[in-house]
Each structure stands twice: as structure tokens, then as C-alpha cells.
């Protein structure tokens, strides 16, 4: 029989204390990840497919077209973070300087073709290349077209087959990009004699191979640059922060195709060297008076009743030249700069028997030497560079060779 009066023994708590106590967090851990699962994949909104063609009026349409307005703002962070993910660019765009005009750089050249574009409804967008246009209901397909082809005066960075494919090259480096110790831009036979070697070997790629090269292709159509600062060239064809602005010389070549029974010459003034190669002999050398003669050597430019003024010098007549309506030729462009300053070059041809407008000094008024149809854009493109020189703009004979997928070949890739 136990005493009233001596102490209980005490209840024990804590194993249930501890039961609870985790039950209530497997509860909190459960909930926890219910709500993360949740917010990480939320549910996804259904679209409703509605008919092709015709317009999309009434209320379905306009909730379509909100349907899809949200679809947009939900995958744009997904496409922006892939453009900053992507690595490095592998081409740089040329350094400019404040000297040089809004005309000089990469302009847009080329029309702009229209594109097709589907969707909820026939859509029909313009675009650089692809874009978005709005379509006929709701909604905005792709649009597909030909888009802007961005070029300057010494020619277009994107491969064209119409056109003569352009290299540059520095007299002052060796191929490796050490510095020459036997040029001096102050001495103007340092220039000449490197031209008259590149001429009597008749521009072939072997004659290059001891000069650095600039790294870029560009792929000329007409040769009309007005007068501009000498380090566009470099610049252009991705060499600025590796060439000084003088003693270069660019190479532009390729296989033409005459677009008519012709007899023509080529027509030019250089600021500083024009040389035309067709057929492996030289038809024009075009230079400032005062390295002409030494340039042109044995070479003679072609006698006419008087001297006309070029635009950077003396206007320079070639030899004629036969050509059969469909013939293909190959042609090689040199122009090249001395001292550095100011370049400026134009080639023109002049078809023989042919009656030209005439300015009133008397010089003929001729057309460019080109291997597209001239556009209004080309046309507005070289006026403003030309403002003080007439040009024939209504005939203009197209050399170009569409014949085959790669009618150019560019030997010196």
C-alpha cells in the first residue's frame, strides 16, 4: 500500500516531443516542394489553332493574337540569353574616323526584295534578309527576301558573283607584318618600281605573296571612289589597326562576260595608280602626272584630239578591245596609293563608233565600267561623290557572267 504522501514519479515527454516535431517539419519540407515544383513549371497556356486565310475579326481573333503577344514576351528572355552566351564573333567591323563621310562606309546598296510569310493567315513582310511582317488575320509570319547588301566605294564585304573579288596588300610589310627596311613613302620610286614589278609579272597571286595582307575580301561592281582619306583602304578591308594609309595597293580579278559585239576601251583617272589587265595584257595604266610615265613604261596611252582633266588627274584613254557578245575574259584591277592623304579613283569605258554627249570643254561623257545594271541607288550613290563630273548613266554595257553557280574565280583565295 503506497504512501499518500510520497512524491509521483515524473511523466516522460520527450520521444513524443520529438515525434511531432518532426512530423510538423516533413509537413513544412513536403509543402516546400510542392510550391517549388509549381513555380518552376507552371502550366503552360493552351493555344487554340484557328483556320488559315482570310481576316481574323471578332473576339477569337483578338484573343488569339494576345495568346501569341504572350507567347512572345515568354520566350524573349530564352533568346536573349542565347545571343549573350554565343561566343565571340569571328569578324570585326572596321575602325572609321570622325574625317571620314557618311558616304565612305558599308551603305545599303542593293533593293530590298519582299517576302512571303506565313502564319494564321497569308503574311508578306520586307525584311534585311528575314524578318516579320504583318499578315492578312491574325497574327505575323517570316518573311524571306533578298534583304540589304551592305558595300562602300571600295566594294562589298558579302561574296558576290557579279563582281571582281578584291585584295589588299602593304608594300611596307613583309608577309609576315615586319616592317620593310627598303621603303620610304617620301620616295616615289619605292612605289613605282613595286607597281612596275607587279605589272611586268602580270598580276598573278605569286607577285603578292612577299607583302602582308589585309585580312578581308572585298568584291567590287564599279569602280567610282571619289576623292577620300587614304585610310578607308585599309579600313575597309580589315586592316586598319595593322596598315598604315600609304603605300598599298589592292587587286581586284576576275572572269567577265561581254554583253554585246564590242570594240571598247577603258577610260581612267587615278589618285594615285589605275591598272586594267585583260586577256594577260595591260590595257590601261592611269596614274598622276607626275609617276605617268614611269608607271606606264613601255606601255602608251591611246592619242585623242586634246587632253581632258580627270577627276583626280589627267583623263587616261587605254587600248581597244574586241569582244563577241557572250565571250568570257578574265580582268585584273589594280589601284594602288603612294604617300598617303587623300585616294580617289574612276574607270570608265568608251565604246568605239559610238556618238557621247559632250561637256562644254568637249570631253565625251561616258559611262562607268560596271559588272551590275545600275540602280538608282548606285546612281544617287556615286552622283553625290561625283558632283562636278558628268557621267553617262542611260547606256551602260553590264559585264558580268551569270552562266554558272561560282562564274568567278578569285585566284588569289
Known amino acids: 500500500m503506497s504512501d499518500p504522501d510520497s512524491p509521483k514519479p515524473k511523466r516522460r515527454f520527450g520521444a513524443g516531443a520529438f515525434s511531432i516535431s518532426l512530423l510538423v517539419h516533413l509537413i513544412f519540407v513536403l509543402l516546400a516542394i510542392f510550391y517549388f515544383v509549381k513555380w518552376v513549371d507552371p502550366p503552360q497556356e493552351k493555344l487554340d489553332f484557328l483556320p488559315g486565310g482570310g481576316g481574323g475579326g471578332g473576339n477569337e481573333g483578338q484573343k488569339a493574337s494576345q495568346i501569341k503577344a504572350q507567347k512572345r514576351m515568354m520566350t524573349s528572355p530564352a533568346v536573349s540569353k542565347r545571343i549573350a552566351s554565343t561566343s565571340a564573333a569571328t569578324f570585326s567591323l572596321p575602325d572609321t574616323s570622325p574625317e571620314l563621310a557618311d558616304a565612305a562606309l558599308p551603305m545599303a546598296m542593293s533593293d530590298a526584295s519582299s517576302g512571303s510569310g506565313g502564319g494564321a493567315g497569308g503574311g508578306h513582310g520586307t525584311g534585311l534578309g528575314t524578318g516579320t511582317g504583318p499578315g492578312s488575320g491574325p497574327g505575323s509570319g517570316p518573311g524571306v527576301g533578298k534583304g540589304f547588301v551592305s558595300t562602300s566605294f571600295f566594294g562589298s564585304k558579302e561574296t558576290r558573283f557579279d563582281a571582281l573579288a578584291g585584295h589588299l596588300y602593304d608594300f611596307k610589310q613583309t608577309k609576315a607584318g615586319k616592317p620593310v627596311t627598303d621603303y620610304d613613302t617620301g620616295n616615289p620610286e619605292h612605289f613605282t618600281s613595286r607597281v612596275l614589278e607587279l605589272q611586268k609579272r602580270h598580276f598573278r597571286e605569286i607577285a603578292f605573296r612577299e607583302y602582308f595582307k589585309a585580312p578581308d575580301t572585298l568584291y567590287l561592281t564599279q569602280l567610282a571612289i571619289p576623292n577620300r582619306p587614304a585610310q578607308e583602304g585599309p579600313a575597309l578591308f580589315g586592316a586598319a589597326d595593322k596598315m598604315k594609309p600609304s603605300g598599298w595597293f589592292a587587286i581586284y580579278s576576275g572572269k ?9 576601251r577603258f577610260v581612267g583617272s587615278a589618285d594615285d595608280y589605275i591598272g586594267v589587265q585583260t586577256k594577260g595584257k595591260l590595257r590601261l595604266i592611269a596614274a598622276r602626272p607626275e609617276i605617268q610615265k614611269t608607271v606606264q613604261e613601255r606601255w602608251e596611252p591611246a592619242k585623242t584630239d586634246q587632253e581632258f582633266p580627270g577627276p583626280m588627274g589627267t583623263l587616261v584613254f587605254g587600248d581597244w578591245i574586241q569582244v ?9 584591277l589594280g589601284i594602288g596609293e603612294r604617300p598617303g592623304g587623300v585616294v580617289g579613283f574612276i574607270l ?3 565604246e568605239k563608233g559610238k556618238e557621247y554627249k559632250k561637256t562644254q570643254s568637249g570631253r565625251p561623257i561616258l559611262p562607268l565600267f560596271t559588272t551590275e545594271p545600275i540602280t538608282d541607288q548606285i546612281r544617287d550613290r556615286i552622283g553625290k561623290g561625283f558632283r562636278d563630273w558628268e557621267i553617262d548613266w542611260e547606256d551602260v554595257p ?3 557572267n551569270d552562266s554558272s553557280p561560282n562564274p568567278l574565280a578569285d585566284p588569289f583565295k
Do not use: H
Not at 256 to 264: G, R, S, V
Not at 324 to 332: A, I, Q, R, S, V
Open 398 to 400: 553590264v559585264f558580268t
Open 256 to 264: 567577265l562576260k561581254a554583253p554585246k559585239d564590242m570594240t571598247f
Open 324 to 332: 563577241k557578245k557572250g565571250e568570257e575574259f578574265e580582268m585584273d
Open 348 to 350: 570608265l569605258i568608251e
